[in-house]
């Protein structure tokens, strides 16, 4: 508890504060005084409803102020002209402690403080006090925070005004027994504040966010949120008779789908409303190699961990190389930072707790999966009282690694699903259905042809609503979640040709583009001005959505099954998008920026031209930018050491450092000399004892061993491709004849 103010004077703690005076005064001796503040300061963001409880806001902030504590507060934070969206994200994420009021208006959704709450449970790892100034009956606080004790405060308004009216003698008494109410309120929220606890999870939070670097799927899960969830108890119910049962030897739950059946929506409600069960929570992203990579992924993970369990995060802190974490494989950080220190939690018949990763389909790249493949081997290690949700689609790279285990089915012909989606029909165009005779038949129409998937149906009520679809002719309604998109490009782009020469090239790196692409970088490959910028975007319409991520704006498309829909020859037809050329035509401009100046490159380019070089085969370009020793220190410094480890294994050297057991540490991985393209195998994994290695042909690993040294598979007698390796050959023999290296350009 927070020291008790007494009386310099006489030593009395009968002493109440009077606002007037901005002084306490001494009941027993009748002195008046300043109390001084008796800790550090703390910043403090105090996030609320601009409703009737504003007033005790104020008085909140007040006394917080006269403890020495420095109040965020949007009324005096946010100056004329801020992005006060900006404001309130940096006022979070600058605060020690967050306090947030909860009432009727607060708590509404959509709303500011929902979002603050979200920021603060997301960014400060869950240092969020919560005091509830209305009735519980009328407050809706978000399940974020559920597990979170609130203090109550709801009666506050009465208490305040029972003085009104009352005589004089009378008055005098309820003034005092509010005041006096008041004060052992604000005493409990100053202990919370102030207790050597809260102050200890904040710098603890802090240390392990610099040493683990987390990713943050925020906003996707507030994207999703915005739409709602209709119908799945059927999978909440399977979920928790999982969760829930008495036989644990299942790891992993695992929920599998075709495109657009709603399995991140899905994803996203199970954590933020099941935020009492779910420790944490990755969505998988094809176009964010940060939010895809296995390595940053299992860091996350045990951030998210470590704010939710004290005892699991003391353990994390005492490990003697968490400063040395990028020298670590994703496997190796698997152990180390989860499995291991879970395990000597002490489980005290803990209930079961969650952890959520969506989308494991779009964790694949360059023909392998790491996050599956770590996942299958790794999750029984982890103690019983840890469960996997995970979802996917059926693709080989995530069925072929967890071949052991029975998925849920997301199967879009069951009647609970189709059950699902006539109720999300009539609810979407209930007043575009009111009164129609023919209602009940347009739905089922409108559900065969979805052939059960969610995102047709979501796509096809907003058509309608947009009148560019008509209930009146059911003919023309498309076929399935292809035929949204074809009918979509056939009624934005009528005009073939000026599709193919004004809209097709700008969606080729768009398509190609390994996260969302700055818009920046469309117009120097187009030189268009702002305003042609802007003619190109305004068609695309909500299929290709610009928004700003870390103060740029940047394009992608709304979904994958879009990008897959366009870059298939076969189903897009005339509407075909060649990825192949996207990478040439971005490899092309990050070439011309680096040969311009390695440190006036643009942040996209200096990431991925490497890789747009590779996908274009300008094997001698690409030989040339990754020995430059000025520009992978640049990259390195910039986006981490293990960013160029990342690249596909046929490019990159694998050698040995001092020990004959082990690989080098990231950074001379990163610098190490490349090995030409046309090896037959793929390195799957380091391990203590050497390389795990699989043919890129038949699939056959390894034993584990050294790096394979024959020229062939032995087992299928693959060599590789060969043509590749001949013209890898020939860029170093051009580079070495130039004579001189780009090292200092």
């Known amino acids: 508890m927070a020291q008790q103010v007494k009386c310099p004077t006489c030593a009395s703690p009968d002493v109440l504060f009077v606002k007037e005076l901005e002084k306490y005064l001494c009941k027993q001796c009748e002195k008046t005084f300043h109390a001084a503040p008796r800790v550090s300061p703390l910043r403090i963001f105090l996030s609320y409803g601009h409703d009737r409880s504003e007033e005790l806001v104020h008085c909140i902030k007040a006394d917080l102020e006269r403890r020495g504590h420095d109040v965020w507060f949007d009324q005096s934070e946010i100056k004329g002209g801020d992005d006060w969206r900006r404001s309130i994200t940096e006022g979070i994420v600058d605060s020690s402690r967050v306090l947030s009021f909860l009432s009727k208006h607060s708590t509404r959704d959509p709303g500011v403080c929902l979002d603050e709450i979200a920021i603060a449970v997301g960014v400060k790892g869950g240092n969020i006090q919560t005091i509830l100034v209305e009735s519980e009956q009328e407050v809706k606080p978000p399940a974020s ?3 979170i004790q609130w203090l109550d405060m709801r009666d506050w308004n009465e208490r305040r005004d029972r003085s009104v009216g009352l005589p004089p003698e009378d008055r005098a008494a309820a003034e005092a027994a509010w005041e006096k109410w008041y004060q052992e309120k604000l005493a409990d929220i100053v202990a919370v504040v102030e ?32 739409k709602p969830l209709v119908g ?32 991140s929506a899905f994803a996203a409600h199970l954590a933020h409303y099941g935020k009492d069960k779910v420790l944490a929570i990755q969505f998988c992203e094809y176009d964010r190699p940060d939010h895809r ?44 930072l989860l499995a291991d220190p879970l395990r000597h939690v002490i489980d005290g018949c803990r209930e079961r707790y969650l952890i959520v990763v969506d989308a494991l389909d779009e964790a694949s790249g360059d023909g392998r999966n790491e996050l599956v493949e770590m996942l299958a081997r790794n999750t029984p290690r982890l103690p019983d009282w840890i469960g996997l949700v995970v979802t996917s689609r059926p693709e080989f790279d995530v069925t072929g690694p967890l071949q052991g285990l029975k998925p849920f089915p997301l199967d879009t012909t069951t009647e609970s699903n189709r059950a699902d989606v006539r109720h999300y029909v009539r609810r979407e165009l209930a007043s575009h259905l009111d009164g129609r005779s023919d209602a009940d038949r347009l739905v089922e129409q409108i559900l065969e042809k979805s052939e059960g998937v969610f995102l047709y149906v979501e796509r096809f009520c907003d058509d309608v609503r947009r009148r560019h679809l008509s209930l009146d002719d059911p003919t023309q309604f498309p076929q399935g979640l292809g035929g949204i998109f074809f009918q979509y490009f056939q009624r934005q782009f009528p005009d073939l040709e000026k599709f193919r020469k004004e809209l097709r090239p700008a969606l080729r790196a768009i398509l190609a583009a390994r996260e969302p692409l700055p818009v920046e970088i469309l117009q120097r490959l187009f030189n268009w001005q702002d305003e042609e910028l802007r003619d190109f ?17 940047v394009i992608k498309p709304y979904h994958k099954s879009l990008s897959d829909w366009l870059t298939d020859e076969v189903k897009a037809g005339a509407y075909f998008v060649s990825v192949d050329q996207g990478h040439r035509m971005l490899a092309t ?25 590779h996908a274009a085969a300008e094997f001698r370009k690409l030989y040339e930018f990754l020995h430059d020793d000025v520009l992978v220190s640049l990259i390195a410094s910039r986006f981490g050491i293990e960013h160029l480890a990342h690249l596909p294994d046929h490019i990159r050297k694998w050698s040995y450092g ?59 007698g693959w060599e590789g491709r060969k043509s590749d390796h001949e013209v890898w050959l020939n860029a170093k023999a051009e580079f070495e004849m130039k004579g001189q290296s780009t090292a200092g350009k």
């Not at 909440?236 to 739950?253: C, H, K, Q």
Request: charged share 25%.
């Open 145 to 147: 925070i559920s597990h």
């Open 293 to 336: 990579s296995a390595h940053r992924i299992v860091r996350t993970l045990a951030f998210q961990i470590a704010t939710r369990l004290p005892d699991y995060r003391k353990l994390l802190l005492t490990l003697p190389e968490l400063k040395e974490l990028d020298g670590k494989n994703h496997s190796e950080l698997f152990d180390y």
């Open 537 to 553: 975007i305004r068609p695309l319409g909500s299929l290709f959505p610009v928004t700003s991520e870390s103060g740029e704006e």
């Open 589 to 613: 401009l990050g070439w011309k920026d680096y040969t311009n100046g390695v440190h006036a490159m643009v942040g996209y380019n200096l990431r991925y031209a490497a890789w747009h070089l």
């Open 195 to 226: 207790s050597d606890e809260s102050r200890r999870f904040s710098g603890e939070i802090e240390q392990l966010a610099q040493h683990l670097k987390p990713v943050s799927s925020d906003s996707r899960i507030r994207d999703l949120l915005r």
């Open 232 to 263: 799945r108890s059927w999978l909440v119910e399977a979920i928790e008779a999982w969760r829930t049962s008495a036989d644990r030897g299942s790891r992993l739950f695992w929920i599998m789908g075709a495109p657009g059946v709603g399995k």
């Open 658 to 716: 001092n020990s004959a057991t082990k690989p080098r540490g990231a950074h001379e991985t990163a610098l190490a000399v490349l090995q030409p393209p046309g090896e037959w195998y793929t390195i799957v994994e380091w391990f203590s004892g050497g390389v795990d290695w699989r043919c890129d042909q038949c699939g056959r690993s390894g034993p584990a061993g050294r790096i394979p040294t024959d020229s062939c598979c032995p087992e299928c």
